[in-house]
Nanobody, 115 residues
């Protein structure tokens, strides 16, 4: 059974940093593109960043210079380091695993940035 378990969210002030973690079960970590999405209240879920098993990385333009996605294959874990956080980054952040039309999601972790 596939499980994605996120952690690391919380409340942070403007300009602060957080690191999100997502542990993936099973073999999907090596076969799927891992990523982070976020969903703000009343808005659609949108891409933040993705990373392939070959470490090919893609970022949303809005986070490109402030967020860093990485993976630790030995721990089946993908990370999202978020720096210089802004109130508009407030959202539920979801870990994802994707291969073709097959998608898996974590339960989400809340990130709140106060001004």
């Amino acid at each position: 059974q596939v499980q994605l378990v996120e952690s690391g969210g919380g409340l942070v002030q403007l300009g602060g940093s957080l690191r999100l973690s997502c542990v993936a079960s099973g073999s999907i970590f090596r076969t799927h593109v891992m990523g982070w999405y976020r969903q703000a209240p009343g808005k659609q879920r949108v891409l933040v960043a993705t990373i392939t098993s070959g470490d090919k990385i893609n970022y949303a333009d809005s986070v490109k210079d402030r967020f860093t996605i990485s993976r630790d294959n030995a721990k089946n874990t993908v990370y999202l380091q978020m720096n210089s956080l802004k109130p508009e980054n407030t959202a539920v952040y979801y870990c994802s695993a994707k291969r073709g039309v097959e998608y898996y999601w974590g339960q989400g972790t809340q990130v709140t940035v106060s001004s």
